[in-house]
């Protein structure tokens, strides 16, 4: 893959040289990392969505996040936190339905993401200093680019969501005989933790919080929570990815003990 003939650093007016870059590093890596990363997290999530198995431990009340909120008849007894709603669903839609296409939409449109995807899988551009492969560039002035502006929408109901998640962890610390505690519940806390962590760094929360003030010395709460949030927005890549890990580990482990492979560290009941 080159840069097209006649545009971007092949131009005429510019100095001619034929290589894409001249680059001598490994600027492929990042690039390649990202699309196993998120290819592999897409699969597995997915997968997993799908399946309705082993996503709920009744002794515990443990409930994988990829099942939350659980609001219809198909869900296992128990597992509805919030009641349900509606009926039997068919296979093809996931019990999570109410939450998974807006965590779906959260994500796609976080800037983060947007730099990781637009960079990894669009190759605009590829890396800093290698010439793209397309010929045109509108940026995000079009459809479907332009719809990326609603970002702040699903970052409201990626809070709302963030609330579920911790009601479902708090709802966690049980046992049969009453309170319990286990490894499923640290696991299932430090999840939500971090999920907190990657939605209030979200650029979104820094500019609704205090961003679009003008005068701090007026709003002095937004401006502690403005400086606060854009503390961890300087961390927003590293909870991107930690939380999609994370995620991943949660679901796994409960999935290992719905379905009785494990058994959970008991501390206490
Ligand atoms: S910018 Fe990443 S979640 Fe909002």
Redesign the pocket.
């Known amino acids: 893959m080159s840069a097209p003939a006649g545009a971007g650093v092949r131009s005429a007016a510019r100095a001619r040289i034929a290589a894409r870059t001249l680059r001598t590093d490994r600027w492929w890596q990042t690039p390649a990392l990202t699309v196993l990363g998120l290819a592999a997290f897409i699969v597995y999530a997915t997968v997993r969505s799908f399946t309705r198995s082993a996503y709920w431990v009744d002794e515990y009340h443990y409930l994988t996040p990829f099942y939350s909120p659980c609001v219809s008849a198909s869900c296992l007894p128990g597992s509805s936190h919030f009641g349900v709603w509606v009926g039997e669903l068919p296979r093809w839609i996931p019990l999570a339905f109410v939450s998974l296409p807006f965590l779906l939409l959260?994500?796609l449109t976080?800037?983060?993401?947007r730099k990781a995807y637009y960079r990894s899988f669009w190759l605009s551009p590829p890396a800093c200093g290698v010439a793209e492969p397309h010929r045109t560039y509108t940026g995000e002035t079009r459809f479907p680019l332009i719809v990326q502006n609603s970002?702040r929408y699903f970052?409201y109901i990626?809070f709302v969501i963030s609330l579920v998640n911790t009601y479902d962890a708090i709802l966690a610390f049980h046992s049969p005989s009453g309170f319990g505690f286990g490894l499923g519940n640290v696991i299932l806390v430090v999840n939500v933790i971090l999920l907190w962590g990657?939605?209030l760094?979200?650029?979104?929360?820094r500019h609704v919080t205090g961003g679009r003030l003008k005068h701090f010395s007026k709003h002095p709460v937004r401006y502690k929570i403005w400086t606060f949030v854009s503390k961890i927005n300087a961390r927003?890549m590293q909870f991107?990815w930690i939380t999609l890990g994370t995620l991943v580990l949660t679901d796994f482990y409960i999935m290992l003990v719905a379905s009785g492979t494990i058994s959970d560290l008991r501390f206490i009941g």
Do not use: L, N
């Open positions: 959260f994500r976080c800037y983060y993401y970002h970052f990626g990657y939605t760094s979200c650029h979104s929360c927003h991107a």
